[in-house]
């Protein structure tokens, strides 16, 4: 194996495009070669292959607020790969994943009891989605199909999940295989009125006024669920605006429909609390989870249901499925086990109480880029920031692309998307680290302009 390994090109191997990445320009990958290929990671640092070390300013993709390389969670990985490496979650089930499911919901808000466990975010959205056609089928409303997401929206990139999110160029390719019966509402984001807002907009409340709409349009009695981010994350970091998230609550409410949080990102301490809904005192009837739960090192994800979805299937004759759906990985026990040397952490270091303590240095450190002649918007809430840049006038997303690479010659790993650079660092970061990471940002933008 060491014969191979020392015989192995990765650059050469990428060149070739051996190795087809995610989200990629893959084309831009192969020019730069081994500047883009992270070789070690430790706290909350990455180090590439070409040895630059990199602050990660997103904490991997918003899931490892932990950091990296902590030896409690490698020591779980080989105790439970000793003791059960596997189990099938069909029929059966194991103690660790059990166990995780309780205490899962023992941290959710009050009434939601109940976890059915996927491997991602897009498989959790998807079980969501799924789950709300057939809770509403057995209450003998199976006309309720219709799903209402919102523009801007990110749910992962599984059908049902792509269909209800509102990321146009997510969606273009794939526009004949959309799930039907989606509709949009508008997002509560105006720059004309928002701009530079520290936490929770004031303005915007009323926009939650467009699911009346959307209702109207379509008749309530044809609607099962909205799905929407309590913060639109992938996007850019969108703040709900006092009072918006309330107001959906109070007409999903009216109308019989089912209110989905989506809470790949922020649940598990990214807004301070538990989960988002608990920040925002909004309980949703659904919450779906990914990402955090296992600081990114074991794939898992999920969705926490209130007491009244779960009783309306546990109906029929009792040796029946009562939900056709799930995944041979459903409830791991490798990732069951991490989440709770995770959540062990998190309790013992009081990491979700640091992240609120880290929200204000992030937010005045963050807003000190206001002054840049090319900074648009900036944006933060919990532990999470966007900066919004002038796009170049040619070159519409160019800018951003040139501060990701920049950053990977100056110490910053960068998560950049069109003109928008999102923040998230890992909970374990100093205060210090976080002003170096603006600071360094603040340099490079410099830079750029």
């Known amino acids: 194996m060491s014969e191979l390994k020392n015989e192995f090109d990765c650059a050469k191997s990428l060149k070739e495009g051996r190795y087809w990445m995610p989200f990629?320009?893959?084309?831009?990958?192969?020019?730069?070669?081994?500047?883009r290929v992270l070789e070690s990671a430790s706290g909350p640092y990455y180090t590439t292959a070409?040895?630059?070390?990199?602050?990660?300013?997103?904490?991997?993709?918003?899931?490892?607020?932990l950091g990296h390389a902590d030896p409690r969670i490698s020591e779980t990985l080989k105790k439970q790969a000793d003791t059960l490496d596997y189990a099938p979650g069909f029929q059966l089930a194991n103690p660790v994943t059990v166990r995780l499911a309780e205490r899962i919901a023992n941290m959710a808000p009050a009434g939601l009891e109940h976890v059915f466990f996927a491997n991602s975010g897009s498989e959790a959205a998807d079980t969501a989605l799924k789950a709300a056609i057939g809770y509403h089928r057995l209450r003998g409303e199976g006309g309720r199909f219709r799903l209402i997401g919102r523009e801007r929206g990110y749910h992962g990139v599984g059908l049902g999940g792509m269909s209800v999110g509102g990321i146009v160029p997510n969606r273009k390719m794939f526009a004949t295989i959309m799930v039907p019966g989606v509709d949009h509402i508008r997002h509560p984001y105006d720059h004309a009125k928002v701009a530079f807002s520290k936490g929770q907009p004031e303005w915007g409340a009323e926009m939650a006024e467009d699911l009346e709409r959307v209702i109207a349009l379509h008749d309530a009695s044809t609607i099962a669920a909205v799905m929407v981010e309590p913060v639109q994350g992938s996007t850019g970091v969108l703040v709900p605006p006092i009072g918006y998230l309330e107001r959906l609550r109070e007409i999903c409410t009216k109308h019989g429909i089912l209110l989905i949080f989506d809470e790949v990102i922020t649940g598990f301490g990214r807004m301070g609390e538990n989960f988002a809904s608990q920040r925002f005192g909004v309980k949703p009837d659904m919450i779906t989870f990914a990402k955090a739960i296992t600081n990114g090192i074991v794939p898992m994800g999920g969705v926490i249901v209130t007491d009244e979805i779960y009783n309306t299937f546990m109906t029929g004759p009792e040796n029946a499925i009562e939900f056709a759906h799930g995944y041979t990985y459903s409830g791991h026990p490798l990732a069951a086990a991490v989440a709770h040397t995770v959540l062990d952490i998190m309790e013992e270091e009081s990491l979700i109480a640091r992240a609120r303590s880290l929200e204000p240095v992030l937010e005045e450190a963050i807003h000190s880029l206001r002054d840049l002649p090319i900074v648009h918007d900036i944006r933060n809430i919990g532990l999470t920031a966007g900066v919004d840049l002038k796009p170049h006038k040619d070159a519409p997303g160019a800018r951003c692309l040139e501060l990701f690479e920049k950053g990977l010659k100056n110490g910053l790993l960068l998560r950049c998307t069109g003109e928008t650079i999102s923040f998230g660092p890992p909970f374990i970061s100093t205060p210090e680290q976080l002003r170096d990471m603006v600071a360094t940002v603040r340099k490079l933008i410099t830079e750029l302009d």
């Open 24 to 35: 990629t320009a893959n084309r831009r990958v192969k020019e730069q070669g081994m500047a």
């Open 50 to 65: 070409d040895g630059v070390k990199l602050f990660d300013t997103l904490s991997g993709l918003w899931c490892s607020p």
